[in-house]
C-alpha cells in the first residue's frame, strides 16, 4: 500500500490531495516547443491562466526560461525575471483561485517571483544548479518541486546525458540526493514535492520505466509530480509527430501515473486532463464489490 501524502503545504496554502491536481503549464518564453511565443503579453498570460482555471487547473506553471530539445537558449536571471515577474503578479493579483509557481533553476527569480506572489518553485535542476535555491526557498517557505534532470538548461532536455545500467535505481538516488540538500537546507518536508523528470536526460523507455516505477517513488510519502503532456516519448509511443495532437496520449499516460501513486500533473491541455483524471479517480476509489450487481 502507497503511504500517499494528504497535503502539500505552499506558501501562505495547503493543497489536499485527496483529488489529482492540475499544474497548468504557462509559458512565457520565446522558443517554447509546443507554444512558442503565444502568451508572451501579460493580458495573453492572464487570459490563458483563467482559461486554464475555469477548466479546472489547481496551479499555474510559470516559466521563462526554455528546455527544449532542440537548442534550448540559457537566459540570464535579469531578462527571465523581465519575462515572468510582470505574469506571475497579474495572474496573483486578477485571477483567483489558483496557486502560482515558478518554474525555474535560479534563486534569484525564486525570491522576486515569491515577492511578487508564487507559492511554488518548480525547479528542473532539483537545486542541483543554483546552490542558493534550498536558503532563498527555505526562506520564502514556497512549496517546490524537486525534479530529476542531468546537465545544464540547454542539454538536459536532450539524450546527452542519458546513460543508465539501471535507470529506476539511478534516478531514484540522485533524486533522494536533492531532496536531502533541500531539507540540509531547511526546507520543510511538508513543502517538498518530487518528479522524476520524464524526457529529462531519458530516452523513451527510460521515461516508460520511470512512470512504471511511480509506486516506489510515492513510497518516499511526498506528493509525486509527473510532466508527461506532450512529450517526445509519447509522439513516439503514439506515432504523432504534432506535440499539440499529443493530448490523447497525454491523458493515457496521466491515468496510468495517477494509478500508479502520482497526484500532481502539468499539463498543457487542462480540460482532457482534469476530466480523465478526475473519472479515474472516481473508480479508484471505490472497493470492487464482489457480486457483480450494479
Ligand atoms: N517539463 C518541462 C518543464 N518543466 N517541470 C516539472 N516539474 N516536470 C516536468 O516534467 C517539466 C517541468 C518541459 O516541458 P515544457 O517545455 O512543455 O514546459
Redesign the pocket.
Known amino acids: 500500500m502507497i503511504k500517499a501524502a494528504a497535503t502539500w503545504r505552499v506558501k501562505g496554502a495547503a493543497l489536499a490531495l485527496t483529488r489529482p491536481l492540475i499544474?497548468g503549464?504557462l509559458?512565457v518564453?520565446p522558443d517554447?516547443?509546443?507554444?512558442g511565443g503565444r502568451f508572451f503579453s501579460r493580458d495573453a498570460a492572464v487570459e490563458h491562466a483563467t482559461r486554464m482555471r475555469d477548466e479546472g487547473a489547481d496551479i499555474i506553471?510559470v516559466?521563462g526560461e526554455?528546455?527544449?530539445p532542440q537548442g534550448a537558449a540559457a537566459v540570464d536571471a535579469a531578462e527571465e525575471i523581465r519575462r515572468v515577474i510582470p505574469v506571475i503578479g497579474a495572474i496573483a493579483d486578477r485571477v483567483s483561485g489558483v496557486v502560482v509557481s515558478v518554474?525555474t533553476v535560479k534563486a534569484d527569480v525564486a525570491r522576486a517571483a515569491a515577492e511578487a506572489g508564487a507559492q511554488i518553485v518548480?525547479?528542473?535542476s532539483g537545486f542541483r544548479l543554483d546552490p542558493r535555491m534550498g536558503e532563498i526557498c527555505a526562506g520564502t517557505g514556497a512549496g517546490v518541486?524537486l525534479?530529476h534532470s542531468r546537465g545544464g538548461v540547454t542539454d538536459m532536455?536532450t539524450y546527452a546525458h542519458a546513460e543508465y545500467s539501471d535507470v529506476v535505481a539511478e534516478v531514484l538516488a540522485e533524486l533522494r540526493q536533492r531532496v536531502d540538500a533541500a531539507r540540509r537546507a531547511g526546507v520543510a518536508r511538508d513543502r517538498v514535492a518530487v518528479?522524476?523528470?520524464?524526457?529529462?536526460a531519458k530516452r523513451g523507455e527510460h521515461s516508460l520505466n520511470m512512470l512504471a516505477a511511480l509506486p516506489a517513488l510515492a513510497e518516499w510519502g511526498y506528493p509525486v509530480?509527473?510532466?508527461?503532456?506532450?512529450?517526445r516519448f509519447l509522439g513516439e509511443l503514439a506515432e504523432v509527430s504534432e506535440?499539440a495532437a499529443r493530448v490523447h496520449a497525454t491523458v493515457g499516460a496521466n491515468v496510468a501515473a495517477l494509478h500508479r501513486g502520482a497526484r500532481v500533473f502539468?499539463v498543457?491541455d487542462v480540460a482532457a486532463n482534469r476530466q480523465a483524471l478526475d473519472v479515474a479517480w472516481a473508480i479508484m476509489q471505490r472497493e470492487p464489490q464482489a457480486s457483480g450487481r450494479p
Open positions: 499544474m503549464i509559458n518564453t517554447s516547443f509546443s507554444d506553471d516559466g526554455s528546455t527544449r518554474d518548480n525547479d528542473v518541486v525534479m532536455g518528479d522524476p523528470g520524464i524526457g529529462f509530480v509527473v510532466g508527461v503532456s506532450r512529450k506535440p502539468r498543457h
